[in-house]
């Protein structure tokens, strides 16, 4: 797995994907395509993320990228030819359909088909989150609506697999990668994600590069564990259903890569791909320096690709590492 240190920028107005020319063969009704329900560039937290379509446990909204969801002429671009192809062309493993009439099958292959369009529009699982649509409701929906007719018998066959991504509830999305790159492109945080606001009162020596490998808080997690062949793994936190968050499965980034990122930006003073966000990396133990180097480590994976665009918190321990430095302090 390898990175690129300095590429991509991430602005709501320049969706950071490639201009696909359009499709004529085998177009798909505007009409029948899902609406993703949400709008990019909600409330934006000035470090690449906004708010997505989805609560977290806590209430507040689940942050995207602020780019996601993409336009929706790019989407419908990427879909089309997705369909044409039967699987997704960036990710050719992941089969899909397109049918047209309103059974329960049929409403939830389309689904599906927007589904993973979204989930790989660069790559295998890089593109944007489902939590930035409203894709699981509609899932929902559609499911309790069958239920609530006793029609059981048009549920979706095995040809067309339903991403469990969007049927069942979410409580933090599926991030993505870019292609060619083992970075994901698009990221998101919980609400309870290490914060990016902290300063530290030891800044006026620089650590070495011995002391920031040293003291770099550990990614406490590994890359590729129980991939779902869409290009997702378990993440390193669980849902509110008690099963593990999905995230890359090129998440977290390996150790050499981590520390290599992090090193440049604790040069730099801020994050070199978002500039905007400050960090400072101090080498005492106090709990205003360890959570300063645990906030330098969450905002370089975040942003590993450019502004927002890197692997989740989620792929790390990094959130349950603030809460015992926190408690270790009040105790």
Wanted: net charge neutral.
């Amino acid at each position: 797995m390898s990175f690129r240190s300095i590429i991509l920028a991430g602005s709501v107005g320049a969706i950071p994907f490639r201009v696909l020319s359009p499709q004529s063969k085998r177009d798909v009704n505007p009409a029948l395509v899902p609406s993703f329900g949400w709008q990019s560039g909600v409330n934006p937290d000035g470090t690449g993320n906004c708010d997505g379509a989805v609560n977290g446990t806590n209430g507040k909204p689940i942050l995207v990228p602020c780019q996601c969801p993409p336009n929706s002429t790019f989407f419908l671009a990427n879909l089309n030819k997705n369909v044409a192809a039967g699987f997704v062309t960036t990710n050719p493993t992941v089969k899909l359909s397109f049918p047209t009439d309103n059974s329960t099958a049929s409403q939830l292959a389309r689904l599906n088909a927007a589904a993973v369009t979204l989930q790989n529009l660069e790559g295998p699982g890089v593109g944007c989150p489902i939590s930035s649509t409203t894709f699981s409701a509609q899932g929902k929906a559609i499911g309790a609506e069958t239920t609530t007719t006793g029609n059981s018998s048009v549920m979706p066959t095995s040809s067309t697999p339903i991403s469990s991504s969007f049927v069942s509830a979410m409580s933090t999305a599926a991030p993505t990668t870019p292609a060619g790159c083992g970075v994901p492109t698009s990221t998101v945080v919980t609400s309870t994600a290490v914060p990016t606001s902290i300063t530290s009162t030891n800044t006026s020596v620089s650590p070495t590069d011995e002391q920031i490998a040293t003291l770099a808080p550990p990614l406490g997690w590994q890359a590729g564990i129980n991939p779902d062949g869409t290009g997702n793994c378990d993440g390193a936190v669980n849902g509110t259903n008690g099963k593990p968050a999905l995230i890359p499965c090129q998440c977290p980034p390996d150790q050499t890569h981590y520390i290599a990122n992090l090193t440049a930006n604790i040069r730099a003073g801020h994050v070199i791909l978002n500039p905007t966000v400050q960090l400072t990396f101090p080498t005492d133990n106090s709990t205003a320096s360890q959570n300063a180097r645990l906030n330098a480590a969450a905002v370089t994976i975040q942003n590993l690709n450019g502004a927002g665009k890197g692997c989740p918190i989620v792929a790390t321990t990094f959130n349950a590492q603030q809460k015992a430095i926190n408690a270790e302090s009040t105790s």
